[in-house]
């Protein structure tokens, strides 16, 4: 089967910019999930969407982030404006059901530099 | 509160030689646990979880890892170590209590660097 899509792979923009990420799920996995990665460091939950529901945004910093799933498969995370801080990498992440004991399929992930 | 220590930043292992990477870890109901591996410049890969039953499990790329309730422990093992091995590993737990959120808390990670 098709891995999790994401893209672009790399970005640099300047603080204050506005950015965006985009994300495919495998193929009938109804849980999508966004992560931030900073270098050294575990991911971090930023959204987890149960087909296009929000099920636990409470690790997102809703002044700047925001996140959708429109039609229940793909997503966008965007970020605006981007501080130095954002600079990391974005994971996203998709899961069958959403199961407690499904693992979770990760995609390459969007690496974001901040200048 | 639910937490995850994975205590080495890094670990050596010559190749051919047993590996062990550490992971304890501090919930209140029953824990499920992950093992997820991330090569340079890649996303995470799911290796093995203990959900129930059997406290040894088997997983990818011949790991396996040992659930220990009484030390709270989920150490990955391998018998022989690969170069191949050398990545990022990361441990994560779920505490399924009755008072939980239910997130999925991540390790910072451990290092593994197999040489040859």
């Known amino acids: 089967e098709a891995g999790v899509a994401q893209s672009p792979r790399y970005k640099i923009i300047e603080k204050r910019q506005s950015v965006a990420f985009w994300c495919n799920p495998i193929?009938?996995?109804?849980?999508l999930y966004w992560y931030q990665q900073i270098l050294g460091q575990g991911p971090k939950l930023l959204i987890q969407?149960?087909?296009?529901?929000?099920?636990?945004d409470s690790q997102l910093p809703k002044d700047r982030f925001s996140a959708e799933r429109l039609k229940g498969v793909d997503s966008t995370l965007k970020i605006q404006p981007a501080k130095l801080e954002d600079s990391a990498v974005y994971l996203c992440?998709?899961?069958?059901?959403?199961?407690?004991?499904?693992?979770?399929?990760f995609g390459d992930g969007t690496r974001l530099s901040i200048l | 509160a639910q937490s995850v220590a994975q205590p080495e930043d890094q670990v050596n292992v010559a190749e051919g030689n047993p590996l062990t990477v550490k992971c304890t870890y501090s919930?209140?109901?029953?824990?499920?646990l992950f093992w997820y591996v991330q090569y340079p410049n890649r996303g995470l890969q799911f290796l093995l979880k203990?959900?129930?039953?059997d406290n040894l499990v088997k997983g990818s790329y011949g790991f396996e890892a040992e659930f220990n309730k009484s030390q709270t422990s989920f150490h990955l093992k391998k018998p022989s170590a690969l170069v191949s091995d050398s990545a990022l590993y990361f441990c994560?737990?779920?505490?399924?209590?009755?008072?939980?959120?239910?997130?999925?808390?991540w390790g910072a990670g451990t290092k593994l660097i197999i040489k040859p």
């Open positions: 919930v209140s109901g029953n824990p499920y």
């Open positions: 193929s009938g996995h109804a849980t």
């Open positions: 203990y959900i129930t039953g």
């Open positions: 969407f149960q087909n296009n529901g929000v099920v636990d």
């Open positions: 994560a737990v779920r505490d399924m209590g009755w008072d939980s959120n239910y997130q999925l808390i």
């Open positions: 992440a998709s899961s069958l059901d959403g199961t407690d004991n499904q693992p979770q399929h």
